[in-house]
Nanobody, 126 residues
Framework: VESVDAGGGLVQAGGSLRLSCVAS????????MGWFRQAPGSERAFVAA????????YYTDSVKGRFTTSRDNAKNTVYLQMNSLKPEDTAVYYC????????????????????WGQGTQVTVSS
């Protein structure tokens, strides 16, 4: 199983980035997908999650109203659209895959995610 994170980069505060994660080697539509981030000196933390059907999404409070996650099961891809970026959003962003047993399941629990992307760096300058 391989997940490839892409779309990171350097952006000014207030700008936007769109991350993507392409998964292979698994039945993508059977997995809820999550986004986590790890800032320097910090542990990896939950950002957003989307159910296998795409009908249910869940965000950490600090990104609500600014970030949107979506998925295209036909392309085995999950996205994270990040708007109104702030310097505190600077981190390495990872996607994770969690085996889901119903269409509306999502979780913020990192231990539930069994496959991970390699991460992509997002840097927001002030």
């Amino acid at each position: 199983v391989e997940s490839v994170d892409a779309g990171g980069g350097l952006v000014q505060a207030g700008g936007s980035l769109r991350l993507s994660c392409v998964a292979s080697g698994l039945t993508f539509s059977n997995y809820a997908m999550g986004w986590f981030r790890q800032a320097p000196g910090s542990e990896r933390a939950f950002v957003a999650a989307i159910s296998r059907s795409g009908d249910t999404v869940y965000y950490t409070d600090s990104v609500k109203g600014r970030f949107t996650t979506s998925r295209d099961n036909a392309k085995n891809t999950v996205y994270l659209q990040m708007n109104s970026l702030k310097p505190e959003d600077t981190a390495v962003y990872y996607c994770g895959a969690d085996r889901a047993y119903n269409n509306n399941y999502v979780t913020s629990l990192q231990m539930q995610y069994v496959y991970w992307g390699q991460g992509t760096q997002v840097t927001v300058s002030s």
